[in-house]
Each structure stands twice: as C-alpha cells, then as structure tokens.
C-alpha cells in the first residue's frame, strides 16, 4: 500500500481518467453532509423579504427551492435570457 505522496502522485498518474468511471476512487474518497441544508437556511431569511439576488447558482433551482423550504410562493425572478 502506498503511504508516501509521490507514491500517492505515481498511483494517480497511473490511473485512466477517460470518461466517467470513478470506481478507482473507491474506499479513497468519503463524504458526509452537513446536519444543516443551505436550502433550508436561506429559506427562512427570504421569508422575511421581497427581493432576493442570485449570483451564480446555476438556473434559479437552488433559491426555488430555498423559496419552497421558507414556505414562498416563488423566486420572483424574471425568466432567463437566451445567449
């Protein structure tokens, strides 16, 4: 078992990286989430306003759903622009 970085580094250059098969990452890589949801947590503040800015969180999902978690009826936000 390799324990030294350039260890670590030669393993990883060995391994093909084409495509979407991430089974080398297998037992390597962990994820646990938190107790809280970013949803959730702004959800409760937009509750309590009007307006909202969404800066660079993709379509407008993550503040819809925000909206839903604070019981909003919607973002408010005007459609999207094609381009």
């Known amino acids: 078992m390799t324990t030294t970085f350039e260890g670590f580094v030669a ?10 098969d991430f089974s080398w990452f297998g037992g390597r890589a962990t994820e646990q989430r938190p107790g809280w949801g970013y949803a ?10 009007d307006r909202v800015l969404d800066l660079q969180t993709g379509g407008g999902e993550v503040l819809a759903g925000a909206a839903a978690a604070g019981n909003r009826g919607g973002t408010g936000s005007r459609p999207k622009r094609p381009g």
């Open 11 to 20: 393993e990883g250059v060995s391994v093909p990286v084409e495509g979407w």
């Open 40 to 49: 959730g947590l702004i959800g409760a503040r937009m509750a309590g306003t």
